[in-house]
């Protein structure tokens, strides 16, 4: 059997290549997968393999979490590129021929993939902090938590009150670049909601929600009340029809209805201009930084 990974629909690539916000498929396209290399445990089960452009690691539907939490990544991902966190490039491939078996015998499903080149030189987690004082671009840390709140992003630092309130500090991860280190945001399955898309927006408690989320302990002290308020500024002032290309480009096999897309778009879009009376209050008024 042949193992390749075809291109996605031409109607998906439309969306990919054409519009200026969109970063899949942008400058890193795998169009052959060569070979499983790893499997992992996490809640995607995500899938390592070799492609004709590198090593990446893959995201299929018929995963554990569902395939809504591919709609999720992708949407994520795309907003973290949007608003100028460093994003490991990603692309869609339709899996047509290829078997890929998940780590607990799941066979995944044909159809569109997520799929994230893999880093050399990089540094997962840094809770000393030895990262941090290295930072090429210190207000990235601040873009983070601002990033993280604004999409309601618990699986890096979740509020302190939440179901499972320990950082996750897999979901950190730095690259050595020429002596100094650069943040890098990937991971965005559970952003959103903590259910599926339709039950979780159904209200407004995505809008509303004033928990702070991605604020690591290691991170305030390097964290100041200009690079937050920039943050803020930057995430308030998104191009709503910009949000709205990135929730109309993901696969349609992934979900969700269009009637939920298009709740979900505007429910990003005014949580961006609620995010400041969040972040703000909690960490500047309260006395968080530099704790």
Known sequence: MRKMAFLIAIDI?????????????????????????????SSTEVVQVATDVGNAYLKGMGNRQGDESLACEFVGSELAALVGLT????????????????VSGRLLTKG???????????????AEGRCLGRLRNRSDLALMIVFDTWVRN???????????????????????VGGWFELLAFDHTHCFTETDLETGLAGDFFVDDPNVYGAFPEFLPHVDEADLRAA?????DIDGEQVLEIVAAVPQPWGPSQAIRTRWA????????????????TLINQGQLGL
């Open 13 to 41: 690539l439309s969306h990919c290549f054409t519009y200026g916000a969109m970063r899949c498929g942008h400058n890193w396209q795998p169009t052959i997968i060569k070979r499983v290399i790893d499997r992992y445990a």
């Open 87 to 102: 994003v490991p490039p990603f692309a869609v491939v339709e899996l047509q021929e290829l078997e890929i078996v998940t």
């Open 112 to 126: 569109p993939a997520f799929l994230s080149q893999a880093q050399e030189k990089t540094i997962t987690g840094d």
């Open 154 to 176: 618990p699986d890096r630092c979740p509020p302190f009150d939440h179901l499972i309130p320990e950082p996750n500090r897999d979901n950190v991860m730095f690259r050595s």
């Open 232 to 236: 803020c500024k930057t995430i308030a």
């Open 266 to 281: 505007q429910q990003i879009i005014n949580r961006a201009a609620r995010v400041e009376d969040i972040v703000i209050p």
